[in-house]
């Protein structure tokens, strides 16, 4: 538990730090790292870094997405991913006798969703700038983890029915719902925090308590949904943790699967819902 | 041989009446139809058809895609893809005991590749107009279909050397490269054909003919590539054809495997070299 507690902190601290450079390219790269980070790690759940040739490919692709939006990479997008394809190709053509379609197919897939899951933040950051859009990460990132964290404790003290045995034996239907209340309730009185704080520093933004009551509980059932679905891919390939980089936590997908799943689903919804902006 | 030329005459005979309304969503409702048949006939070959909900989803991204820039479905093509990558994860949690996450990835990344690149040809159309954007469909299936008709006679007359005897035996580099020489040199009649042609019904068009000996060679390759690709997941999943709809020429893939792979190859080179235009 210990050593959990001190991964939090160190984990936290690197979060604020990135939260400084938020509107620089910092961001980009701590994204592509932490997409980087986690591909490999999938990559060596299902059994498949031992094709080297089509994991340098995954890497490649992966490092790219994050900064699909900056205008030098923009322009060359399609080239790129064109290249990526053509590159796939041959990998397989050359390895048709060990490496099977669905394996190669399954990297090539994984090294496309993870990275444009987590580069959501980017374009989360792109659309609405700094401050707007850091506040739209932190909703993102505090809808999964206060979900974790809430289901943990509401499962322990209420927990009865099992939501999903077969895949995550721990879980249960009363944590699930004690998550959803924890963090729409956290996500409410942080969004109230961010509204004072702005007004305070004499930048006020109009603040919609509505939207984050209604579509914090979607985020949150999200993040379980990502959450499960690692556990699947897990499951199948009879691994405990993606990882260890985070001593206590396992891998940097143990830690961010739920987020996997939130970001992308903010990223849409504020599309659409103007939850805060400045007045 | 007789069977196998009436399909052909039927084939090109299709290809005629869609060219006729080449600037209609006629073209992308028969590259949505061939898309559709193609992902079938591959998640079939792969034996994933009977993951029925999975294969529902597959058939529904690669009707969505060849309309992805009408601007209808261009609007909502984010929120869709999410939609589709949603229902994906809570296919895969629901099924979690009898799909494997490979064939599920595999499922996916197939109903996403195969319909975008051949949504290529609605991409060139919607980017050039049907005339110039017709010359260069045309270009990419005749680099596919010259070719494969000159490898098959220049492999009977000189073949010696197998290509790549372990994924398509009967392949030869001197075919391969009859295939080559015979798919540029028609291209380039092709092409003086269209300039005259242009020409003559007064809306002349300025033609670059070295770009047209330059690139049909590697468009060639790209389709001999398409073809051992699609030889390689029917080897590994000992498949012979992917399908019967074209009597004496297999499925649509079988036909379609080399233009596959020359769509998006002249959709990028287009995009940076203008091969042709109006004067």
Known sequence: MRQRVISSLVGLLLLAVVYLFLDTLVLNIVIGAIGVIAVLELLSAVKCSKYRGLSVLCV???????????????????????FYIGVFFL????????????????????????????????FIRN?????????YLLWALGSAWLSDTGAYFA?????KHKL?????????????VG??????????LFALLFDLGMNAVGTPV???????????????????LGDLSASVIKRQYGVKDFGNIMPGHGGVLDRFDSVLFTLPSVFIIVEYVSVTAFL
């Not at 659309?127 to 506040?135: A, E, L, N, S, Y």
């Not at 499962?155 to 927990?159: D, H, N, V």
């Not at 999903?164 to 699930?176: C, D, N, Q, Y």
């Not at 509505?210 to 993040?223: D, K, Q, R």
């Open 179 to 188: 998550g959803v209340i924890t963090s729409t309730v956290f996500m409410l």
């Open 206 to 224: 109009r603040m919609n308590y509505l939207w984050i009551a209604l579509f914090t509980p979607f985020f949150s059932i999200g993040g379980m």
């Open 60 to 82: 490649a692709i992966s490092v790219t997405i994050p900064f699909a939006q900056e205008t030098a990479v923009r322009r060359i997008m399609p080239q790129l991913m064109f």
């Open 91 to 122: 990998i397989l053509l050359k390895d048709h006798q060990k490496l099977r379609v669905e394996q190669a197919s399954m990297m090539f897939f994984f090294s496309l969703f993870v990275p444009i899951f987590f580069a959501c933040a980017v």
């Open 127 to 135: 659309r609405f700038g700094p401050v707007i859009g850091g506040f």
């Open 155 to 159: 499962g322990r003290a209420f927990g």
């Open 164 to 176: 999903a045995p077969l895949i995550s034996p721990k879980k249960t239907v009363e944590g699930a």
